[in-house]
């Protein structure tokens, strides 16, 4: 009960508490609930809360992003906007090129194979006809075809001008091929052009110079094969030292992973750097096909153009060296410039083409194209600047142009010369270095035209006077002719259809045309009559319809003795020009072409270049250096030692200082030995007749390329005398001073000739009886005869059989004898010896050399008509019947040189106590020599067509056909052996049969 009592009121108590409990937790869990649902809403609210933020945020940064695109695009438009066009350009320019790829590549290719030795002018006309090809076979090529444009790259060009390379198509194309093709290239670089350039070229990569006479240039070529170092081989000949063979093929193999090749006997390590260059001063070289394959021929002569800017460089150069300096920078600038501008170009669409995506968000890409814009901006206003002052100074260059053209054209006209005598060559380093004297030694004038006049004058003289000196008697008028008519052309006042005619009298077929007067005219004049006609200007003249009108009009002219004296009829007179009525004359009359050439420089150059001047040996010495020898070219009878021994001597290099040998067999090492003792102790040697050891050239040439300044006494000098010989070393007569000491021609120069040398120049010689008047006064007038003498004996030879039966070489060194003789024999005796005088001069002197008994008749009645008693006792003396060659009123040396020079140049034949016809056959003989050397250095870019555009070929082919139209068809043998049949009895018809 008391349990009862105690626990169930705690009974009730504890279920009213769980009660309690459980409506306090349901209120709980429902709190609970309640307090989730507003967590769960503010989780939702923060997480909104924190999706607009991010979404804030977003939209800031694209706001910040397309801002910074915004300015990066401007940036990307100003920068590049300006290239638009250009690139458009530049676009359209690749399709084209795309589209005439393989043609241009394919006649690129052409070029570089076969038209490398060939000249400009046949090039083009090449390059034309493949082109034409091209087209005719549906393969698209440029029209305009440029090497430099297919395979070329400006900037490279550009640095390769700044090197020394000619600024013309023509040589830059060369180094095109040069840097393109795949065999190794050999230069032909007569002019030395090729070799300056590859020098200053490659001269920062350690370049090896080598020549086939050095001893060790097998090691050199070794070596910078190995290291890739680029080697010049200069100076060959026309064959290639076998060993050579492996590396001309490129014949490399790989051993242990390397690249390797054999040369010789050695296996060498083969580096891709190396470079091989091959140069020749042959001007036109002959090789054998199998050279020809191995190597990429190039023919690197200079073109006109070329050298004419060289010479206005070099004139500017002397006569405003501020201004030639200011444009070689400009030129430097200029090239810089052209090659950061490319860099700048590549280097923006390497950027371009490398950037991923948008390139407006690559901010690094931006930077690299707005810097490139700005440097570019800047370089290209530069530029425009550098091409403004270049304008400028170009004009003032333009003014000095006149000078370098006149010049350039020169230059040509002694490279042709080699084409008649293998002894005349000049180099360019010579001919640059006369042309840089002229500058400083000619007169000077403010007035610019002035100036260019006298430079003018002065460098054609000067080089006329140098050049003579070096040539034979017998183109000494031909070299005036060529220079005269070379300049002419230049200037445009000769056509070369007209001198081309002068030259050869015209081609053509059979004429037709009936000879209006077989009297004087015969068929060779009638034919060239005709032929002349079809000249433009004397086809418009209608002068054959007015000459067949009337011939007789023109027969003075054929008949006068000096046809070159008198005047065409009128009309004629007025209407040609001083070379058309030359080329009437030379019709007319063509055994007076050389006095007509002859008066035609006169007119056109002055009289100074139709009388060369007298042989001086003291003048060729100062022109001389130790570094480079003196070169007597020699003629039949021609003898310059006794002249150089007596200079040797008045020099201080007679005795001991002066060794000489005369070259032969087994001389070659006594020779060398010679050179190399005077060499370092400064005396002279001479070596005779170098023709004669044509072995031995090739050590004369070594010997004469290791001569300098550094190596060699100052004093020295090396003279060598050799015959005219194609085997003498090209580079020895380029640099050399050439020589010839030969009669001149006429008997005017003969005599002038003689009174300048020794003895009769030596004025203590001359004068040694003028303390005895009466003895002097014979002394001069005999000597005056005796010159005379000895000029009519020597210009007989050029009659042929009517002057002398047999040539003979009769020399100064005859003249020197018999002068020394007389003025022994007037100092010893009272009264002058005639008989002792004419016997030692006729019979010893001269006389000891002819063979032929009419011949020694002949000689000592001319020695009886110049040296004999009447020519000292009778007054003013006449030695022919005109009296023009007569003994002067002159008392001094100089009174007689004076007479001398007033006599005429042409002698008339009765000089030689001849008759006048005589000449006709010696003139022809010389008009002849005269018109074929001429023809010789007509070469056929200089005839590349006649005046209606047609080549010599296509004249050619046509006489050809013409010919081929008057023969007769061919015999018809069927038809001959059935009307003449072999018979034992008719023995005529097997003859007519086989015949």
């Given at each position: 009960?008391?349990?009862?009592?105690v626990?169930?009121?705690?009974?009730?108590a504890?279920?009213?508490?769980?009660?309690?409990?459980?409506?306090?937790?349901?209120?709980?869990?429902?709190?609970?609930?309640?307090?989730?649902?507003?967590?769960?809403?503010?989780?939702?609210?923060?997480?909104?809360?924190?999706?607009?933020?991010?979404?804030?945020?977003?939209l800031?940064?694209?706001?910040d992003?397309?801002?910074?695109?915004?300015?990066?695009?401007?940036?990307?438009?100003?920068?590049?906007?300006?290239?638009?066009?250009?690139?458009?350009?530049?676009?359209?320019?690749?399709?084209?090129?795309?589209?005439?790829l393989?043609?241009?590549?394919?006649?690129?290719?052409?070029?570089?194979?076969?038209?490398g030795?060939?000249?400009?002018?046949?090039?083009?006309?090449?390059v034309?006809?493949?082109?034409?090809?091209?087209?005719?076979?549906?393969?698209?090529?440029?029209?305009?075809?440029?090497?430099?444009?297919?395979?070329?790259?400006?900037v490279?060009?550009?640095?390769?001008?700044?090197?020394?390379?000619?600024?013309?198509?023509?040589?830059?194309?060369?180094?095109?091929?040069?840097?393109?093709?795949?065999?190794?290239?050999?230069?032909?670089?007569?002019?030395?052009?090729?070799?300056?350039?590859?020098?200053?070229?490659?001269?920062?990569?350690?370049?090896?110079?080598?020549?086939?006479?050095?001893?060790?240039?097998?090691?050199?070529?070794?070596?910078?094969?190995?290291?890739?170092?680029?080697?010049?081989?200069?100076?060959?000949?026309?064959?290639?030292?076998p060993?050579?063979?492996?590396?001309?093929?490129?014949?490399t193999?790989?051993?242990?992973?390397?690249?390797?090749?054999?040369?010789?006997?050695?296996?060498?390590?083969?580096?891709?750097?190396?470079?091989?260059?091959?140069?020749?001063?042959?001007?036109?070289?002959?090789?054998?096909?199998?050279?020809?394959?191995?190597?990429?021929?190039?023919?690197?002569?200079?073109?006109?153009?070329?050298?004419?800017?060289?010479l206005?460089?070099?004139?500017?150069?002397?006569?405003?060296?501020?201004?030639?300096?200011?444009?070689?920078?400009?030129?430097?600038?200029?090239?810089?410039?052209?090659?950061?501008?490319?860099?700048?170009?590549?280097?923006?669409?390497?950027?371009?083409?490398?950037?991923?995506?948008?390139?407006?968000?690559?901010?690094?890409?931006?930077?690299?194209?707005?810097?490139?814009?700005?440097?570019?901006?800047?370089?290209?206003?530069?530029?425009?600047?550098?091409?403004?002052?270049?304008?400028?100074?170009?004009?003032?260059?333009?003014?000095?142009?006149?000078?370098?053209?006149?010049?350039?054209?020169?230059?040509?006209?002694?490279?042709?010369?080699?084409?008649?005598?293998?002894?005349?060559?000049?180099?360019?380093?010579?001919?640059?270095?006369?042309?840089?004297?002229?500058?400083?030694?000619?007169?000077?004038?403010?007035?610019?035209?002035?100036?260019?006049?006298?430079?003018t004058?002065?460098?054609?003289?000067?080089?006329?006077?140098?050049?003579?000196?070096?040539?034979?008697?017998?183109?000494?008028?031909?070299?005036?002719?060529?220079?005269?008519?070379?300049?002419?052309?230049?200037?445009?006042?000769?056509?070369?259809?007209?001198l081309?005619f002068?030259?050869?009298?015209?081609?053509?077929?059979?004429?037709?045309?009936?000879?209006?007067?077989?009297?004087?005219?015969?068929?060779?004049?009638?034919?060239?009559?005709?032929?002349?006609?079809?000249?433009?200007?004397?086809?418009?003249?209608?002068?054959?319809?007015?000459?067949?009108?009337?011939?007789?009009?023109?027969?003075?002219?054929?008949?006068?003795?000096?046809?070159?004296?008198?005047?065409?009829?009128?009309?004629?007179?007025?209407?040609?020009?001083?070379?058309?009525?030359?080329?009437?004359?030379?019709?007319?009359?063509?055994?007076?072409?050389?006095?007509?050439?002859?008066?035609?420089?006169?007119?056109k150059?002055?009289?100074?270049?139709?009388?060369?001047?007298?042989?001086?040996?003291?003048?060729?010495?100062?022109?001389?250096?130790?570094?480079?020898?003196?070169?007597?070219?020699?003629?039949?009878?021609?003898?310059?030692?006794?002249?150089?021994?007596?200079?040797?001597?008045?020099?201080?290099?007679?005795?001991?200082?002066?060794?000489?040998?005369?070259?032969?067999?087994?001389?070659?090492?006594?020779?060398?030995?010679?050179?190399?003792?005077?060499?370092?102790?400064?005396?002279?040697?001479?070596?005779?007749n170098?023709?004669?050891?044509?072995?031995?050239?090739?050590?004369?040439?070594?010997?004469?390329?290791?001569?300098?300044?550094?190596?060699?006494?100052?004093?020295?000098?090396?003279?060598?005398?050799?015959?005219?010989?194609?085997?003498?070393?090209?580079?020895?007569?380029?640099?050399?001073?050439?020589?010839?000491?030969?009669?001149?021609?006429?008997?005017?120069?003969?005599?002038?000739?003689?009174?300048?040398?020794d003895?009769?120049?030596?004025?203590?010689?001359?004068?040694?009886?003028?303390?005895?008047?009466?003895?002097?006064?014979?002394?001069?007038?005999?000597?005056?005869?005796?010159?005379?003498?000895?000029?009519?004996?020597?210009?007989?030879?050029?009659?042929?059989?009517?002057?002398?039966?047999?040539?003979?070489?009769?020399?100064?060194?005859?003249?020197?004898?018999?002068?020394?003789?007389l003025?022994?024999?007037?100092?010893?005796?009272?009264?002058?010896?005639?008989?002792?005088?004419?016997?030692l001069?006729?019979?010893?002197?001269?006389?000891?050399?002819?063979?032929?008994?009419?011949?020694?008749?002949?000689?000592?009645?001319?020695?009886?008509?110049t040296?004999?008693?009447?020519?000292?006792?009778?007054?003013?003396?006449?030695?022919?019947?005109?009296?023009?060659?007569?003994?002067?009123?002159?008392?001094?040396?100089?009174?007689?040189?004076?007479?001398?020079?007033?006599?005429?140049?042409?002698?008339?034949?009765?000089?030689?106590?001849?008759?006048?016809?005589?000449?006709?056959?010696?003139?022809?003989?010389?008009?002849?020599?005269?018109?074929?050397?001429?023809?010789?250095?007509?070469?056929?870019?200089?005839?590349?067509?006649?005046?209606?555009?047609r080549?010599?070929?296509?004249?050619?082919?046509?006489?050809?056909?013409?010919?081929?139209?008057?023969?007769?068809?061919?015999?018809?043998?069927?038809?001959?052996?059935?009307?003449?049949?072999?018979?034992?009895?008719?023995?005529?018809?097997?003859?007519?049969?086989?015949?």
């Amino acid at each position: 009960d008391r349990v009862a009592k105690v626990v169930a009121p705690k009974r009730i108590a504890l279920a009213e508490k769980e009660t309690e409990v459980n409506d306090l937790e349901a209120m709980l869990s429902q709190k609970r609930a309640e307090l989730k649902m507003v967590q769960d809403r503010l989780a939702e609210l923060n997480q909104a809360l924190a999706d607009k933020v991010q979404e804030k945020e977003d939209l800031e940064a694209k706001v910040d992003l397309c801002a910074k695109k915004l300015e990066r695009a401007q940036k990307l438009i100003g920068g590049l906007g300006g290239e638009k066009k250009r690139w458009f350009e530049a676009a359209e320019s690749l399709q084209e090129a795309y589209n005439n790829l393989t043609g241009d590549i394919l006649v690129a290719s052409g070029v570089i194979a076969y038209l490398g030795p060939y000249t400009s002018v046949y090039r083009q006309q090449a390059v034309d006809l493949w082109v034409k090809k091209c087209t005719q076979q549906k393969l698209k090529c440029s029209k305009d075809f440029s090497l430099r444009g297919i395979l070329g790259d400006p900037v490279k060009i550009r640095g390769w001008n700044i090197n020394g390379l000619p600024t013309d198509g023509f040589s830059v194309d060369n180094a095109v091929m040069l840097a393109n093709a795949r065999r190794w290239p050999l230069l032909i670089d007569p002019q030395g052009q090729a070799n300056k350039w590859i020098k200053n070229m490659e001269a920062e990569n350690k370049l090896s110079v080598i020549k086939l006479t050095d001893a060790t240039f097998m090691r050199t070529l070794e070596n910078a094969i190995q290291f890739g170092t680029p080697v010049l081989l200069e100076n060959i000949g026309e064959e290639l030292d076998p060993a050579l063979e492996p590396l001309l093929l490129r014949q490399t193999f790989k051993q242990a992973g390397v690249i390797c090749m054999k040369l010789g006997e050695n296996v060498l390590e083969y580096s891709k750097d190396f470079r091989f260059y091959i140069t020749t001063k042959l001007p036109n070289p002959h090789y054998l096909p199998e050279t020809a394959t191995k190597v990429t021929l190039i023919n690197f002569m200079i073109t006109l153009e070329g050298l004419e800017d060289q010479l206005l460089g070099i004139v500017v150069a002397k006569e405003q060296p501020q201004l030639e300096e200011e444009r070689q920078a400009l030129i430097v600038q200029s090239a810089s410039n052209q090659r950061q501008l490319k860099e700048i170009e590549a280097q923006i669409l390497q950027t371009l083409s490398a950037s991923q995506g948008n390139i407006l968000e690559d901010e690094g890409a931006i930077k690299v194209l707005d810097d490139a814009k700005v440097l570019s901006d800047d370089i290209s206003e530069k530029q425009k600047i550098a091409e403004a002052t270049q304008l400028k100074i170009n004009e003032s260059r333009t003014g000095y142009k006149p000078v370098a053209s006149h010049s350039a054209v020169l230059f040509f006209v002694i490279a042709d010369l080699a084409n008649i005598d293998p002894m005349y060559q000049y180099s360019l380093t010579w001919f640059v270095n006369l042309y840089i004297s002229s500058i400083a030694n000619s007169t000077k004038s403010k007035q610019l035209d002035k100036r260019l006049r006298y430079l003018t004058d002065h460098f054609t003289y000067n080089l006329y006077c140098n050049v003579c000196r070096s040539l034979l008697e017998k183109d000494k008028l031909l070299f005036s002719f060529m220079l005269c008519t070379s300049l002419l052309k230049s200037r445009h006042q000769l056509d070369q259809g007209e001198l081309m005619f002068y030259l050869t009298g015209g081609v053509g077929l059979e004429n037709t045309r009936p000879n209006p007067d077989e009297t004087w005219i015969n068929k060779r004049m009638w034919d060239e009559m005709c032929r002349m006609a079809e000249l433009p200007h004397f086809a418009q003249e209608k002068f054959l319809e007015e000459f067949e009108a009337d011939p007789l009009r023109f027969k003075y002219i054929y008949d006068s003795k000096t046809p070159y004296t008198e005047e065409l009829p009128t009309k004629w007179e007025q209407s040609l020009t001083d070379f058309q009525k030359m080329i009437v004359l030379r019709v007319l009359r063509p055994d007076k072409a050389v006095p007509l050439s002859r008066r035609f420089v006169d007119a056109k150059l002055g009289q100074k270049f139709t009388e060369p001047p007298p042989f001086n040996l003291a003048e060729s010495y100062n022109d001389s250096r130790a570094t480079a020898p003196l070169i007597f070219v020699l003629s039949p009878g021609a003898d310059p030692m006794a002249q150089l021994l007596k200079f040797a001597d008045a020099s201080g290099f007679g005795g001991d200082k002066f060794s000489a040998i005369s070259l032969g067999q087994g001389q070659g090492p006594f020779a060398e030995a010679m050179i190399e003792k005077a060499r370092q102790d400064g005396s002279w040697v001479a070596l005779q007749n170098c023709h004669l050891a044509v072995s031995w050239m090739n050590s004369l040439e070594r010997i004469c390329e290791g001569l300098t300044p550094e190596t060699v006494h100052r004093d020295f000098r090396l003279w060598l005398t050799s015959y005219p010989s194609d085997k003498f070393p090209v580079s020895v007569l380029q640099n050399g001073v050439k020589m010839t000491n030969e009669p001149p021609t006429g008997l005017r120069m003969n005599v002038l000739q003689s009174y300048l040398t020794d003895p009769i120049s030596d004025s203590e010689f001359y004068e040694k009886l003028k303390p005895d008047p009466p003895k002097y006064a014979a002394f001069q007038k005999l000597l005056f005869g005796l010159c005379l003498f000895h000029a009519l004996v020597q210009e007989r030879r050029k009659f042929g059989p009517l002057g002398w039966n047999i040539p003979y070489g009769f020399n100064e060194s005859d003249l020197r004898i018999s002068v020394r003789q007389l003025n022994i024999f007037l100092e010893e005796y009272e009264d002058v010896p005639y008989a002792a005088l004419q016997y030692l001069t006729g019979q010893c002197n001269y006389g000891g050399r002819v063979t032929d008994d009419w011949d020694r008749r002949c000689l000592v009645s001319i020695l009886n008509n110049t040296y004999a008693r009447c020519v000292v006792e009778d007054l003013k003396y006449k030695f022919s019947p005109s009296g023009v060659y007569h003994i002067p009123a002159a008392s001094s040396y100089q009174e007689f040189l004076d007479f001398i020079r007033e006599l005429p140049v042409e002698q008339p034949p009765e000089a030689f106590g001849m008759h006048d016809n005589v000449d006709i056959s010696k003139d022809l003989q010389e008009t002849k020599l005269l018109f074929d050397s001429c023809l010789t250095t007509q070469k056929g870019g200089a005839a590349a067509s006649t005046d209606d555009g047609r080549r010599p070929e296509d004249v050619l082919d046509e006489i050809a056909a013409g010919i081929l139209n008057k023969l007769p068809p061919l015999f018809d043998l069927d038809a001959a052996h059935k009307k003449f049949p072999t018979r034992y009895d008719e023995s005529m018809n097997t003859v007519l049969v086989q015949e």
